[in-house]
């Protein structure tokens, strides 16, 4: 287990600090974490990039980024403290010579380097190779990289084979940062410390579970990326399929990393495959035409700036996924995601079975189910919907409605700091605890599904179907589930 009290102070290195990564996320977090008093005093923080600035100049350049992407007010004492702890080094990330400068801020006697890979995947093998040759790395030094992390079975191999080359598994942290929300870290807090859900957490009492993760942004400059992934390998390979193993996996012994990724991967492992055979009443591919989007006229997916308008890339997937195995077997998962949806709006939710008998036809001719439903974001919490008696003495008939017990985290824990996923995980990866980033089996186990329907996909020639923005994607999508005589949370 972690001493989370006795971890030391890090050299965490930023490749790629000038980017788009690097400003909007990794900076603000370790602010917020400088804001919390959570990083070590000793802690410094290097930003890599291969354009020429001083220290001055890339301290500046974090200010702005600071002012620029940080939602509250910027507190001056924290940010003076803050910018004490940055430095820059300009390196040319493809010329091993020069990954020799960074002898001049490592000092591995005082503290642990962390090397944060915030750069496109073709880099990794020559920083891994660049600090293989420097000498800096030691048997505690870790690698932290992002997704995506390949784009097929093969690619993800070829990477994590280059990575494997310098870097122990155990020295590896991939990252997903929606492991680092709280409402998912909850989820094992909410099935394994309540026996309320524990014990009906099952094909006996739960219906089916919806996983819905809706985008307003369309491409935003990202076309070039977004064109050759889509939707399922940029959303659905990782954060959905994540957000799937923590509802679906079985019990860990204990917290320890080996026992929740053990149990990641055998929910993983019991995927139904999705092939040619039944990709077409499984899934449904779209993408978005011009719409509005809360009131704003948005160009189609084929008007965005550099848009080849021949592409057959998906906004949208929607995705019917069984589990073969005896906790779940007979309840279907149904997930879909996708671009220029009507708002921003991540959460899970998990329908019950309908009772047998209804007492209560004054009220409803059918008990409507009991949902649990768990908001990811924008508003993070967890609602129990359920069915109670309307007060009053008037009516001689028992009267029910709808109601919903509520636990928003932003109300009930008014003085706990609600953190976003960056945060924690970049802390993490700073104390040497693996236990929320992702394991090289999961990545690969993940690509092997993901690449079946992909396939399929080809194979059948399934081209998109049409959606207008604003709204939450094909009708087909709604066909989907309408067949299995469901209907999706709206």
């Known amino acids: 287990m972690i001493d989370k009290e006795a971890f030391k102070p890090c050299d965490l290195v930023i490749y790629g600090a000038l980017g788009d990564l690097s400003r909007r996320k990794l900076i603000i977090s370790l602010y917020r974490l400088e804001n919390a008093n959570l990083l070590k005093p000793d802690t410094r923080i290097t930003g890599v990039d291969r354009h020429e600035f001083s220290n001055e100049e890339f301290i500046e350049i974090a200010h702005k980024s600071l002012q620029e992407f940080l939602s509250e007010a910027l507190d001056d004492a924290v940010w003076q403290r803050f910018a004490t702890r940055l430095a820059y080094l300009q390196i040319d990330l493809m010329d091993m010579a020069q990954y020799q400068s960074l002898k001049t801020i490592i000092d591995a006697d005082k503290r642990i380097m962390v090397n944060y890979f915030a750069v496109s995947p073709f880099l990794f093998k020559s920083i891994c190779q660049g600090l293989a040759h420097s000498g800096v790395l030691t048997d505690e030094s870790r690698m932290v990289m992002e997704k995506p992390i390949g784009h097929d079975l093969k690619s993800s191999k070829e990477i994590n084979d280059v990575v494997a080359s310098v870097f122990k598994e155990s020295q590896v942290f991939r990252i997903d940062h929606y492991l680092g929300k709280e409402t998912v870290l909850n989820l094992l807090a909410l099935r394994f410390a309540n026996s309320i859900f524990t014990t009906n957490w099952n094909h006996n009492t739960i219906d089916h579970i919806q996983i819905t993760v809706g985008e307003e942004v369309g491409i935003e400059g990202r076309w070039d990326y977004f064109d050759k992934t889509g939707q399922l390998?940029?959303?659905?390979?990782?954060?959905l399929l994540q957000i799937l193993t923590f509802i679906a996996m079985e019990p860990p012994v204990n917290l320890e990393a080996a026992s929740i990724h053990s149990e990641k991967i055998k929910v993983l492992k019991a995927l139904r495959p999705i092939t040619k055979r039944n990709v077409e009443e499984k899934t449904v591919r779209g993408q978005y035409t011009a719409g509005y989007v809360k009131g704003v006229a948005v160009p189609g997916y084929l008007e965005e700036e550099g848009a080849n308008t021949e592409s057959t890339a998906e906004?949208?997937?929607?995705?019917?996924?069984?589990?073969?195995?005896?906790?779940?077997?007979?309840?279907?998962?149904?997930?879909?995601?996708?671009?220029?949806?009507?708002?921003?709006r991540t959460e899970i939710v998990v329908y019950f079975k309908q009772l047998p008998h209804n007492i209560f036809r004054n009220s409803f001719r059918d008990l409507p189910p009991n949902k649990l439903i768990i908001h990811l974001q924008p508003n993070e919490g967890v609602e129990i919907e359920m069915l109670n008696k309307i007060p009053g003495i008037e009516d001689p008939h028992i009267k029910l409605q709808k109601t919903k017990l509520d636990l928003s985290f932003s109300d009930d824990f008014k003085k706990s700091r609600i953190f976003g996923g960056y945060e924690k995980l970049v802390l993490e990866a700073m104390r040497g605890n693996p236990t929320l980033f992702l394991s090289r089996e999961e990545i690969e186990q993940a690509w092997t599904w993901v690449d079946s329907i992909q396939t399929a996909w080809k194979e059948r020639y399934a081209k998109p179907k049409t959606y207008a923005a604003g709204t939450w994607g094909p009708i087909a999508s709604v066909a989907l589930i309408a067949r299995d005589g469901r209907a999706w949370e709206e």
């Open 233 to 239: 390998r940029d959303m659905l390979q990782n954060h």
């Open 315 to 344: 906004s949208f997937v929607a995705i019917r996924v069984d589990i073969d195995n005896w906790r779940w077997a007979g309840v279907p998962f149904y997930m879909r995601t996708g671009k220029r949806m009507p708002n921003k």
